[in-house]
């Protein structure tokens, strides 16, 4: 992470791990609604211990998110082989 955003300090006044630097990398309360994320992250998952356990917490809240649409165009491409090719 330190890579991606150099200034890892956390703001007490936001979440963990926040400051202002993440901003810039799409974690803000405007119209992403930040917010509403980190608070279903913490409920499925608990809060973060580390800054370690909020990246992985987040990235099964982006891979839970994605398995949806890639189980849709399984089944999408699944029905259309049935129906093409009657296997």
């Known amino acids: 992470m ?44 608990g809060e973060p211990s580390s800054m370690e356990d909020f990246c992985n917490k987040m990235q099964l809240m982006n891979a839970v998110g994605y398995q949806g649409i890639f189980e849709a165009a399984g089944y999408k491409l699944m029905i259309s082989e049935v129906y093409c090719y009657g296997k």
């Open 2 to 45: 330190s890579k991606i955003i150099p200034d890892l300090t956390w703001d007490n006044k936001l979440p963990f791990p926040l400051n202002n630097s993440w901003g810039y990398h799409d974690a803000c309360t405007g119209n992403g609604r930040y917010d509403l994320y980190y608070k279903e992250m913490v409920k499925r998952y």
